[in-house]
């Protein structure tokens, strides 16, 4: 018995050196949770022209979906990508009726993220297929706005009817 435990031992050990230490480093702190987009402040600024630029463009990336995602496994058409798009512009934009105006081309405009990451955000929403939740931070869902990001489960729509549900379940039932 000892002979066979000691051949186990032998044979399981190296699977026990592959082991993590117990303890933890106090010296790596957790990662800091994403600012929503729509918190942060208008600390950037980047001309009319440049974000009428970024707009077109992102237009041209979403209307170039059409309704590939959707036939391909029920993803969002090009009507739905538009309509995140103007939400995006709500939340990036410290006043997003220019966008639409006729201004001077050249009038800088405060934006809450560099016009970069505003092209990054928006090729990971159409290429990489990025939750847009995920790409602004955040969700709304009933009445508040939940931060969300990678490895967080974004609240679905049915989840409020679910809700609802046990509100009604929950009622007196009348004499």
């Not at 002979?3 to 031992?9: G, V, Y």
């Not at 230490?21 to 918190?39: D, G, I, R, V, Y």
């Not at 006043?95 to 050249?106: F, I, Q, V």
Request: glycine share 4%; aromatic share 8%; charged share 25%.
């Amino acid at each position: 018995m000892k002979s066979s435990r000691a051949s186990l031992f032998s044979i399981l050990q190296p699977v026990f050196s592959l082991r993590r230490p117990a303890f933890c480093s106090a010296a790596a702190a957790p990662p800091k949770p994403q600012t929503p987009l729509h918190l942060r402040p208008p600390a950037f600024r980047a001309t009319l022209s440049d974000l009428n630029r970024w707009h077109a463009w992102a237009k041209t990336q979403a209307s170039s979906v059409g309704s590939t995602f959707s036939a391909l496994d029920g993803g969002p058409d090009s009507s739905l990508l538009l309509r995140e798009l103007n939400w995006l512009v709500e939340d990036a934009f410290e006043h997003p009726a220019l966008l639409s105006t006729e201004s001077n081309a050249s009038a800088e405009v405060a934006i809450k993220a560099r016009l970069e990451e505003m092209y990054e955000l928006w090729r990971q929403r159409i290429e990489e297929r990025r939750p847009f939740q995920y790409v602004v931070g955040c969700e709304y869902w009933r009445d508040l706005i939940l931060s969300v990001e990678e490895g967080v489960l974004i609240p679905r729509p049915e989840t409020e009817t679910i809700v609802d549900l046990v509100a009604r379940a929950g009622r007196p039932i009348p004499n």
